[in-house]
């Protein structure tokens, strides 16, 4: 099992115990971002989604929202 996969799997089950289940995962042209929840792209979302950290990898993402919720 790769790390990915590993801390994907450990985001995927914190998001069921804290938030519904929902994970999001974005993948733009030069960074990822990710984040507990789902962002309201009609409301504020745009927004929310800007102030998220970019990370340069998925690995790099997943690992700081993971150890974030501990």
Known sequence: M???????????????????????????????KVMFGTPNL?????QEVRQLKAYSSLAEALKELVCSEL
């Open 42 to 46: 009609d409301i504020d979302g745009r």
């Open 2 to 32: 790769s790390v990915i996969e590993i801390l994907f799997e450990i985001a995927e089950g914190m998001a069921k115990q804290k938030y519904d289940g929902h994970l999001t995962v974005m993948r733009f042209t030069t960074h990822w």
